[in-house]
């Protein structure tokens, strides 16, 4: 389906223009392992079969937003709205001088060739939306296919599941032979408590599975909706508790699809403080497993 200027799809809201200077400060090395850049769009145009129009959240934008929050290093995920078109993403990460890695978007019929480009480029993964507003399930045959092609490669996989996809897709997890990462904690809804079984049943794969990996970002999207969002800080706390040493955190910015109570990305630097009290589990965190997972 085309997009046309005269029936836009679904617009997005801007992130906060005016992050707060975090009380919390990160170590040396820092990572948001979870951020997208948007257009500009008149340069990197938005795919013509997107479901959501985002403003334009540029590169330098992400950068002013970092040198704020004290953060170093990130991981630009592309984002569903540029479809496979990876170049804004590509773009974002030769202007890092190496700070930045990325996770990209692919079709089934990407060659090999393209493969090896986006690996020479940073990329180290490619992502599945399984999220209903954004599409839904994949084809999984195309989904085996292609783990099957970035294996030689070395990447994973990163996950955005809906939080009843953690029930319906227990088989399909179970054969992942590469490592996985889930986005935003599953997507749990904290209204429905610690003993809901969509999050005891992540807990479960994250406990058995050493291939899975968990971002304990995008409490926003966990939380009923009220700013700042301590209700997720128990999801959070529960899956560190598991293991540390495969958590990643990041900031979401600059937070597609969210319509109320938009997060300021310094309240939420300081979030990640209540969730993770401990130094040494934050440098773990924010410092360590994205350095195993992106840079090695």
């Known amino acids: 389906m085309s997009v046309s200027a005269k029936n836009p799809l679904k617009s997005c809201l801007p992130p906060d223009p005016n992050p707060k200077q975090p009380a919390l400060i990160l170590p040396a090395g820092a990572c948001d392992a979870h951020c997208h850049v948007f257009g500009p769009a008149a340069r990197f145009p938005y795919a013509a079969d997107r479901s959501y129009t985002p403003p334009d959240a540029p590169l330098g934008n992400l950068r002013r937003l970092h040198a704020r929050l004290g ?54 993964a490619i992502r599945f939306n399984f999220v209903k507003h954004l599409g839904g399930v994949p084809d999984l045959k195309v989904f085996h296919r292609l783990l099957a092609r970035i294996k030689p490669l070395g990447w994973h996989i990163v996950l955005h599941l809906d939080a009843e996809d953690i029930l319906t897709q227990q088989e399909l997890l179970g ?30 794969l994250y406990r058995n599975n ?24 128990p999801f959070a706390q529960a899956l560190i508790a598991v293991d540390s040493k495969r ?6 910015w600059p937070h597609p699809n ?3 109570d938009m997060p300021n ?22 410092v360590d497993n994205p350095t195993h997972m992106y840079w090695t």
């Open 210 to 233: 050493p291939l899975a990996w968990i971002k304990v970002c995008g409490a926003e999207r966990v939380s009923v909706g009220k700013r700042p969002f301590r209700d997720a800080i």
């Open 247 to 252: 958590i990643l955190w990041g900031t979401d």
């Open 71 to 124: 953060i170093e290093r990130a991981v630009i995920v592309h984002a569903s709205c540029h479809g496979t078109d990876m170049e804004v993403t590509l773009d974002a990460i030769a202007s890092s001088h190496g700070h930045y890695r990325g996770v990209a978007c692919v079709e089934d019929a990407v060659t090999d060739r393209e493969l090896e480009r986006l690996h020479a480029g940073g990329i180290r």
């Open 265 to 286: 990305d310094g309240e939420l630097v300081d979030l990640f403080g209540e969730i993770c009290p401990d130094p040494a589990i934050r440098q773990r965190i924010l």
């Open 175 to 204: 054969r992942i032979d590469v490592p996985f990462i889930i986005d935003h904690m599953g997507r749990v809804k904290a209204a429905d408590g610690l003993e809901q079984k969509p999050f005891q049943m992540l807990l479960d």
């Open 258 to 260: 969210i319509t109320q």
